[in-house]
């Protein structure tokens, strides 16, 4: 047998402590669908998202991100990643079929950053119920109902205060290939954009030595078909009086963004589209140096450096 | 060792009875970038392209397609995939380094449908020159330079007038997957998108009993970032006098597309953006029925079904 | 003092004999937002219209259009326009201001066509109240609140089975300008885009000999801001599971067009962007040949001619 | 007779001291056609302006604009107008038909805030030659043949270190009507958008008392179809290593913006879509205040104010 992989980034368990305008924010204004509530914990997915959620949102004391959940490319691969880590000396907690509701058996273990991850493999695909359901086969839930409308998850953006070198190493055996990096002035790298899929990132981590606390989760992403969508974004935020960066494209990734945080936990959303694929099997990641990092950052529009809004993260755990 | 595998489609060798018009239709009005020119023959990629090209066009007798190639996940897969297809019988015939400008030792072989597919994995990616270079580091060629100006190459149809069902088969053994297929009255799979990547399909693969030879191309398609970008490509086309069916959108991979004939070799170009991608290990096929065929091609838009633009396709050998 | 001058389309009186299917139609689907109701006539408009209301529904035994209402540049116009037509022996019914919720003193008469066409100047501005008034000054209602959210009206489409010719030279001495036409093989004008503003047209009139009754109305028009609207807007019908012809774009006014038809009234809606304006005061109409008829009516994309859906008016009265 | 009116912007006569990146700037990198050069005076006009020239390049010590020309409704205006200034005492020239190529007989005269005007009526619209004509009879040169590819000029932006109020008075005069305006906390207007046409503003003026000269002018706007295409053009820029401010979308006329400066003359180009028409006869202007006034310059994106590309204007004569 191989190596276990992991498949896809699948969902972001968000604590907000404000809950009422947390759900607003995702479900009126982003536009998510709700596939579930139970216990207090609602379950949204995009449009053209094809598991139970890829977020899940509950009531605490503050806003944090509790852990950030990866499916496997096989059900051997949960109990394969649990050897391998244990191998190494960290610590794993395994959990039950259906401890988070629509997800199989999971591990969860924490990055040399802080932050925690869970693996899975089994996942329930609950059908949209009629009325929701699109008139496409292939798509869960009708495209365009309400707010910003994105069709999928993207990614996940984090930030540690730790040695990053280290967790790219731990996520480079994990399996996430290195696609685009920023070196810093004294050789290292201090922020990197990996991906297990053929997007340019699933996963991107960045150094910041002067956090509040040593793990926090920057952004999740949410993608859209078309630039215009973007605009269109733009439009609805400020109609719902919520701030944001952008529009701007990123050097790195080649993605339009629109950045915006939840008013409920302060957790950010980058509104996503455009950028490349990697299919080339030998990928050679593109380096950034500290003389490209604005270019890098931004290759035209409203810059995401060096502002307020950009700069708040929410714990991780 | 594992199977060998498939990474992404490679590049197309066009043969043109009018290479004068060829070449302006895909240089300055598709708005291919020229790589290079070797003995008589223009090799093309987009400005996204990351390989040597994604398009050769030679002069010939007829209008045709001469194979379809494939870069494999590892250098030992070439012969890999060797060992496998003679173990079956299949006639193979192996070229060296060179043989194809920009391509490396490379091994063709006939598909059951009488199709001609080339595997290699050593590919050259020549940095564009200065005035065509793009100021974007992950990025090949300036955007937008000429004409409709598409980010790179999509997927390959190919008809043909055998049983489909066989070359399906054979297929998965090369390691696609059957992500979508319309099923006709009788049970059999006649149409079927299948892919190596997570895109829908890098390949389509339709049973047409009635062509004049068995195995026939129906397109080859670049991929555009937007869906403005197509509306525009259909402005450009129309300024050059050139016929199209479309736009419309697929039910089937979602996608928004333009089909229009190369003057010069009756090559077919599907323009194309959106449609969704597949990071799920456990896809379900999508099947589409005969009384669904009509809404699987044309979720809506002008229609490809029937019209003769779409019923020409030229020979593969 | 100078001609009254009519400056601008003002609304379409519509009558539906499913109040609840038109309503849901206008106000969810196409995403107008409501006035106000009085009396059991319900008043609309898109969130960019800046006067009372530019579409008005009421229930009756049949679909059909009451009348088209234009205002004026001037108050003393309705009355300027009421003397001219007297004089040419026109009758011309007067009405009390509020007649018509929002509308001040009007008056009615009929085209040589047959179509009602209403005249007024006041007109009632109503601001949108909080929670759907634009945070912009300069904007009415929030845009993107639901469905698909046009911005303003655009024009009216009128058929007529009598003599057409009549019809435009009657609307030339109400100041409406030709703008593009089509000529007949007979050297008779049987389609003319006509205005009073600077759009290509307000009012398009056409002659079509086998009507069933001799004044129909072929469509009211919505604009939005983008193509990509349009596009997001098919997408919207199909998951209404709601059927339309385009998109396409016209050769006359270039415009990018849908045409959906009003499940309750069978009153037909064209959802409408890009296209020019006409600045140059001594603009020569465009002419179009029959031959060029199926150009200037389809520039690309799926064509509205000899189309069911197409074929279909309501009558007008 | 009534009173002598404006129809429309004409053209702006450009003088640059580097003519070569001028022209390389307006022809290749914004896109502008060519209609001729008479005695080394390069007349440019966009692909779907219907008359001589929009813009006029020739070479000269500074960078400055010369005059601004406007086409009036009638040809007799140009002689009242000429008249009315006149009686007013302010000087007016007169210039014969063809002084400037492909304008008739024409008449110059200083704003109040020192900028020169020129109104004339006669134009010539020479046809473009076979292969740059458009396949559209309402259409000048085929789109998208090069560069940003806009379809019309739209407007332009002046700024003057005069009380602007006097001029905002003798703009009425002449038939300018104030769409929205900047009020300052003394109760002064000190911006307004001012049109004759329905567009929000084919001219803007501005009050900046520390002009380094009395009149200068901002900029000149070229209009695009589609948001799309100003996301296209800041890709173009950037890829031509040009600086620009954008996309933002203005508060006040809604409309989304680039701002890029002509490398050669430091005339500044506002790459410009959307926004809203006006056809009310009886507009309320829209008052913005001084708190305000960074919503109305900047809806959302990259802002205009304060940023130094911004602050540039050449000078006026």
């Known amino acids: 047998m191989g190596n276990p992989e992991i498949a896809k980034l699948g969902y972001v368990a968000l604590v907000t402590p404000d809950l009422e305008k947390s759900l607003h924010f995702f479900k009126e204004v982003i536009g998510l669908e709700e596939t579930t509530i139970i216990d207090g914990v609602h379950y949204l997915r995009a449009w053209g998202d094809f598991q139970h959620h890829t977020l899940s949102i509950e009531k605490g004391d503050s806003g944090h991100v509790k852990f950030v959940g990866w499916r496997t490319k096989n059900r051997e691969d949960v109990e394969g990643f649990k050897k391998l880590l244990e191998q190494d000396g960290i610590p794993v907690a395994s959990f039950e079929a259906g401890t988070t509701p629509g997800i199989g058996e999971?591990?969860?273990?924490?990055?040399?950053?802080?932050?925690?991850?869970?693996l899975y493999y089994d996942v329930e695909r609950p059908k949209a119920e009629e009325g929701r359901k699109s008139v496409l086969k292939n798509q869960t839930?009708?495209?365009?109902?309400?707010?910003?409308?994105?069709?999928?998850?993207?990614?996940?953006?984090?930030h540690t205060s730790t040695d990053?070198?280290?967790?790219?190493?731990?996520?480079?055996?994990?399996?996430?290939?290195m696609r685009e990096y920023?070196?810093?002035?004294n050789g290292d790298i201090i922020a990197g954009w990996m991906s297990v899929t053929q997007?340019?990132?699933?996963?991107?981590?960045?150094?910041?030595?002067?956090?509040?606390?040593?793990?926090?989760?920057?952004?999740?992403?949410?993608?859209?078909?078309?630039?215009?969508?973007?605009?269109?974004?733009?439009?609805?935020?400020?109609?719902?009086?919520?701030?944001?960066?952008?529009?701007?494209?990123?050097?790195?990734?080649?993605?339009?963004?629109?950045?915006?945080?939840?008013p409920g936990s302060g957790f950010r959303v980058e509104l996503f589209t455009g950028g490349y694929l990697i299919f080339e099997p030998d990928w050679e990641p593109v380096e950034w140096t500290m003389e490209e990092r604005a270019f890098g950052n931004t290759y035209w529009g409203d810059t995401v450096q060096d502002k307020e809004l950009n700069n708040i993260t929410i714990e991780a755990k």
Do not use: C
């Open 106 to 118: 999971a591990i969860r273990f924490k990055l040399p950053s802080g932050h925690t991850f869970e």
């Open 141 to 158: 839930y009708k495209s365009w109902s309400k707010g910003v409308s994105p069709r999928r998850i993207d990614h996940v953006n984090i």
């Open 164 to 177: 990053a070198g280290i967790t790219y190493e731990f996520l480079e055996q994990l399996g996430f290939n």
């Open 182 to 185: 920023l070196r810093d002035d």
């Open 199 to 262: 997007l340019v990132h699933d996963l991107a981590v960045a150094q910041k030595p002067t956090l509040p606390t040593p793990a926090r989760i920057h952004h999740i992403s949410y993608w859209s078909d078309d630039s215009q969508d973007i605009l269109r974004a733009a439009d609805i935020l400020r109609e719902h009086d919520i701030d944001f960066i952008g529009p701007g494209k990123h050097g790195i990734s080649q993605a339009l963004y629109l950045y915006v945080m939840d």
